[in-house]
């Protein structure tokens, strides 16, 4: 039983480069987030879902887009990529609104 | 935003002392819940309290939750090195909102 996987754990991008991190949960969780944590703060919601094929938007939306076309995938797209995005970001899912589980992190640097 | 945000930012206790931080929320909630955060590592689930609870306990763990106040505290009893971390509240809406973190030092 994995839990929550994040691919990649880390990654380094230039300006205005694109790419997709993965969350993959297989605990058949409905609810599924994004979050991105900066040095010294906490979690800010970027989109979350809360079943198949949904998605909104969470308090830092912008530059960011998700997919969840299937349940135990919820994808996070950057689609160019600037320096104010560098962040670890952390995806959860949970059942209902209750305990949530986390993965391990993606480090994104973009310079 | 129906954020949590937890009190103190930062707490420094000796081993064996007890560590108290707060949580203040806005908006009514079903349930609260508690997750610490070591060093760069995922949140991990501590406890959840329910709207229609005033306490909780698991093991060194102690919440309270005063919804005509909307706050929580958690009480971690008998701190040893290994709670050095950040602790977050986190309320449900629709999704969960994190506050913060307190960031939590136990000095051995």
């Known amino acids: 039983n994995a839990g929550v996987t994040q691919t990649p754990k880390f990654r380094v991008l230039k300006t205005g480069q694109s790419m997709t991190l993965l969350c993959a949960q297989d605990m058949n969780h409905e609810y599924m987030y994004w979050y991105r944590q900066d040095p010294g703060m906490g979690l800010r919601l970027i989109h979350y879902?809360?079943?198949?094929?949904?998605?909104a938007k969470g308090e830092v939306p912008d530059g960011y887009n998700v997919s969840r076309l299937k349940k135990q995938n919820f994808l996070l797209g950057l689609e160019s990529a600037a320096p104010s995005q560098t962040s670890v970001y952390f995806c959860a899912s949970s059942y209902l609104r209750t305990e949530a589980f986390f993965g391990q992190g993606t480090r994104l640097t973009v310079v | 935003s129906q954020q949590g945000e937890e009190d103190p930012q930062a707490l420094s206790i000796q081993e064996g002392e007890n560590a108290t931080m707060n949580c203040s929320y806005k908006?009514?909630?079903?349930?609260l819940q508690w997750y610490r955060q070591n060093s760069g590592r995922g949140l991990v689930h501590l406890i959840l309290i329910r709207s229609n609870e005033r306490e909780k306990h698991s093991g060194r763990l102690r919440v309270t939750l005063d919804t005509s106040k909307k706050s929580s505290s958690l009480l971690i009893t008998a701190s040893r090195a290994a709670d050095t971390a950040s602790y977050f509240c986190a309320t449900d809406d629709l999704n969960l909102f994190f506050g913060t973190g307190t960031r939590l030092t136990v000095i051995p």
């Open positions: 908006t009514s909630i079903n349930n």
């Open positions: 879902s809360v079943g198949e094929g949904t998605t």
